[in-house]
C-alpha cells in the first residue's frame, strides 16, 4: 500500500497568513493526488484534484502543486472559514490512501 | 445536482452485522464508482472498498476483505455497505463517496453515518 504523509500535523495561523501543508507519498503517484477540507461534524469536501486543479467555486486563495511523490497545498491568505482539517488522498493505486491530516485554526 | 443521502445512525454489539445505505438523489450513479470511507471518532480517513453499480465490480482493501461486502440495488440508485464480525474498534461515521469519472477523486459525499459498536 502507497504510505502518505503530512506535514504539520496542525498549525495555528493568523487571518491573512500564507499557509502550506506538505504531502508526501511513499512512492510516486504521478499527479494523482487530491485535497480535501473537513470541518467539523462534515464530510470531507473535495478542493483540489489531480495535484493542482481547483475545483469549480473553490475560492482562488487555495493552490496545489507537485508530482511525483512531493506535493503542497497552500492556502494565500487564511479567512476564518477556512478553520478545518485538510487531508491529501492518492488515487494511483488501490487501495486509495489518504494523509493522516493537518488541523488548521486561528492564532 | 445529484446528492448521496445515507441511512441513519445504528447502535450495534459485538459480533452483529450493519448495514447501511447510500441513495442517490437528483440523478443517477450507476456508471460512477461508489466508494465507502470510515472515519473512527477524532481520527483519519480510511478507504474500505468501492462498487460501480451499473456493471457490478467491487474492490476491497485488504483489511476488509471477507468482512464486509458493497453492493447496490437493481436500479442502481443504491448502494450498500455491510460489514460483519462487528468489533468496537469499528465504531466511526461511515461515509460513501461518489468516484468522478475521468479523475479518480471524491466530488460527492454522503452525510455520513455512525455507526456505534457497544455492549
Known amino acids: 500500500d502507497i504510505q502518505m504523509t503530512q506535514s504539520p500535523s496542525s498549525l495555528s495561523a493568523s487571518v491573512g497568513d500564507r499557509v502550506t501543508i506538505t504531502c508526501q507519498a511513499s512512492q510516486d503517484i504521478r499527479n494523482s493526488l487530491h485535497w480535501y477540507q473537513q470541518k467539523p461534524g462534515k464530510a470531507p469536501n473535495l478542493l483540489i484534484c489531480?495535484?493542482?486543479n481547483l475545483e469549480t467555486g473553490v475560492p482562488p486563495r487555495f493552490s496545489g502543486s507537485g508530482s511525483g511523490t512531493e506535493f503542497t497545498f497552500t492556502i494565500s491568505s487564511l479567512q476564518p472559514e477556512d478553520i478545518a482539517t485538510y487531508y491529501c488522498?492518492?488515487?494511483?493505486?488501490?487501495?486509495?490512501?489518504f494523509g493522516p491530516g493537518t488541523k488548521v485554526d486561528i492564532k | 445536482q445529484v446528492q448521496l443521502v445515507q441511512s441513519g445512525a445504528e447502535v450495534k454489539k459485538p459480533g452483529s452485522s450493519v448495514k447501511v445505505s447510500c441513495t442517490a438523489s437528483?440523478?443517477?450513479?450507476?456508471?460512477?464508482?461508489v466508494n465507502w470511507v470510515r472515519q473512527a471518532p477524532g481520527q483519519g480517513l480510511e478507504w474500505m472498498g468501492r462498487i460501480i453499480p451499473l456493471f457490478g465490480t467491487v474492490n476491497y482493501a485488504q483489511k476488509f476483505q471477507g468482512r464486509v461486502t458493497i453492493t447496490a440495488d437493481e436500479s442502481t440508485t443504491t448502494v450498500y455497505m455491510e460489514m460483519s464480525s462487528l468489533r468496537f474498534e469499528d465504531t466511526a461515521v461511515y461515509y460513501c463517496?461518489?468516484?468522478?469519472?475521468?479523475?479518480?477523486?471524491?466530488?460527492?459525499w454522503g452525510q455520513g453515518t455512525m455507526v456505534t459498536v457497544s455492549s
Open positions: 463517496a461518489r468516484e468522478r469519472s475521468v479523475v479518480i477523486a471524491f466530488d460527492i
Open positions: 489531480d495535484a493542482t
Open positions: 437528483g440523478g443517477s450513479i450507476g456508471s460512477h464508482m
Open positions: 488522498q492518492q488515487s494511483d493505486n488501490l487501495p486509495f490512501t
